[in-house]
Nanobody, 125 residues
Framework: QVQVVESGGGLVQAGGSLTLSCAYSGGTFSEYGVGWFRQAPGLEREFVSAINWSGLRTFYGDSVKDRFTISRDDAKRTVDLQMNGLKPEDTAVYYC??????????????????WGQGTQVTVSS
């Protein structure tokens, strides 16, 4: 049974940094692309970032480009999301998800088979 679990959320001041981590268990980690999505109250789930199965391709939403960095460590079975220059509008629940798809930009939440429970990120102004 494939499972993904997020950690690293918390409260931070605007301009600060946080690193979210997605831990993967079950299945073959190296075969899956991993994405991060977020959802703020009253809003739709938004694509944040993704990394493909090989780690050679990364993707970012326009609102986080140049501030967030995604990386994967297949030995540790983790995908990290380094978030710098945080803004109050980054406040949301952040979800990690895994997709077996090996092509495309991984921006569509419909392609993801496995989701974590989410971790709260709150950025104060």
């Amino acid at each position: 049974q494939v499972q993904v679990v997020e950690s690293g959320g918390g409260l931070v001041q605007a301009g600060g940094s946080l690193t979210l981590s997605c831990a993967y268990s079950g299945g073959t980690f190296s075969e899956y692309g991993v994405g991060w999505f977020r959802q703020a109250p009253g809003l739709e789930r938004e694509f944040v970032s993704a990394i493909n199965w090989s780690g050679l391709r990364t993707f970012y939403g326009d609102s986080v480009k140049d501030r967030f960095t995604i990386s994967r460590d297949d030995a540790k079975r983790t995908v990290d999301l380094q978030m710098n220059g945080l803004k109050p509008e980054d406040t949301a629940v952040y979800y990690c998800a895994a997709t077996p798809r090996t092509y495309g930009g991984h921006v569509d939440p419909q392609e993801y088979d496995y989701w974590g429970q989410g971790t709260q990120v709150t950025v104060s102004s």
